[in-house]
């Protein structure tokens, strides 16, 4: 059951190397999908993607937008996804280098979505970027968050941690922070469970998975709410944000 549950992962994401060497994850179009159906983008909305990457979730968003701004750190990446975008004769789609903390965009979007990237933000800056969302957001606007964190508290259920996160552990540690903190306390007993204490104890804290309680904390702290979620696995899963006084 528990390796059935993280084969959804592979389901949806693709594992790749970015351009400057990272390891990184690219949504796929069964992913891609998911986060169209629930970002509710008509005609006249005004669509940012942060972290656009290659353009794989900004040029499907620009089928039904009005205009799209895709927002990524990588220049390179720009290129190529500017490169995709011209190939396709696609007009509306801009490009803007920047990233989640430090946003340089000045344009209120009726849609802003993420996918895989807000754990790539250190702990200690994700409230900014959160921020930085919450001030862009047309009134009414939907912030899409597709991302891998967990959908339960782990200190109030250790067992489902330990019993699911064995499997994920591989796939999306990065390698160099595998090698460095976690291979030497597994390699010798290949059943060994990697738990929830071992990942506070050995993982550094801006590569461990962040929960939905603290996103819920900081949204609460930025008058921000959940409205809508989807959860393919218990790492993994889509929510849909929007400021509480539009609600």
């Given at each position: 059951m528990n390796r059935e549950r993280n084969a959804v992962f592979d389901f949806y994401v693709n594992k790749i190397i970015s351009?400057?060497?990272?390891?990184?994850?690219?949504?796929?179009?069964?992913l891609v999908?998911?986060?169209?159906?629930?970002?509710?983008?008509?005609?006249?909305?005004?669509?940012i993607e942060i972290g656009s990457g290659w353009g794989n979730v900004?040029?499907?968003?620009?089928?039904?937008a009005k205009k799209v701004i895709g927002?990524?750190?990588?220049?390179?990446?720009?290129?190529?996804?500017?490169?995709?975008?011209?190939?396709?004769?696609?007009?509306?789609?801009?490009?803007?280098?920047?990233?989640?903390?430090?946003?340089?965009?000045?344009?209120?979007?009726?849609?802003?979505?993420?996918s895989l990237v807000l754990h790539q933000v250190t702990p200690d800056k994700r409230e900014q970027a959160l921020l930085n969302v919450k001030n862009l957001l047309a009134k009414n606007g939907l912030f899409i968050l597709c991302d891998t964190f967990m959908f339960f508290n782990p200190e109030n259920?250790?067992?489902?941690?330990?019993?699911?996160?064995?499997?994920?552990?591989?796939?999306?540690?990065p390698a160099k922070i595998?090698?460095?903190y976690i291979k030497q306390h597994i390699e010798d007993d290949l059943?060994?469970?990697?738990?929830?204490?071992?990942?506070?104890?050995?993982?550094?804290?801006?590569?461990?998975?962040?929960?939905?309680?603290?996103?819920?904390?900081?949204?609460?702290?930025?008058?921000?709410?959940i409205i809508e979620e989807t959860v393919f696995s218990p790492f993994f899963g889509i929510v849909v944000i929007k400021n509480s006084e539009d609600t």
């Amino acid at each position: 059951m528990n390796r059935e549950r993280n084969a959804v992962f592979d389901f949806y994401v693709n594992k790749i190397i970015s351009p400057d060497g990272r390891d990184t994850f690219e949504s796929n179009i069964e992913l891609v999908r998911h986060i169209i159906d629930m970002a509710k983008i008509d005609r006249c909305h005004t669509v940012i993607e942060i972290g656009s990457g290659w353009g794989n979730v900004t040029i499907p968003l620009s089928m039904t937008a009005k205009k799209v701004i895709g927002i990524e750190l990588d220049k390179k990446n720009i290129k190529e996804a500017q490169k995709r975008t011209e190939a396709a004769k696609i007009k509306h789609i801009a490009y803007i280098h920047s990233s989640f903390e430090k946003l340089k965009c000045y344009e209120k979007a009726d849609r802003i979505v993420s996918s895989l990237v807000l754990h790539q933000v250190t702990p200690d800056k994700r409230e900014q970027a959160l921020l930085n969302v919450k001030n862009l957001l047309a009134k009414n606007g939907l912030f899409i968050l597709c991302d891998t964190f967990m959908f339960f508290n782990p200190e109030n259920d250790t067992e489902l941690f330990n019993k699911v996160y064995r499997y994920l552990l591989p796939k999306t540690t990065p390698a160099k922070i595998y090698e460095t903190y976690i291979k030497q306390h597994i390699e010798d007993d290949l059943d060994y469970v990697y738990t929830w204490e071992d990942m506070k104890k050995y993982t550094p804290k801006e590569n461990r998975y962040y929960s939905k309680v603290e996103l819920e904390i900081i949204l609460k702290k930025l008058d921000m709410k959940i409205i809508e979620e989807t959860v393919f696995s218990p790492f993994f899963g889509i929510v849909v944000i929007k400021n509480s006084e539009d609600t």
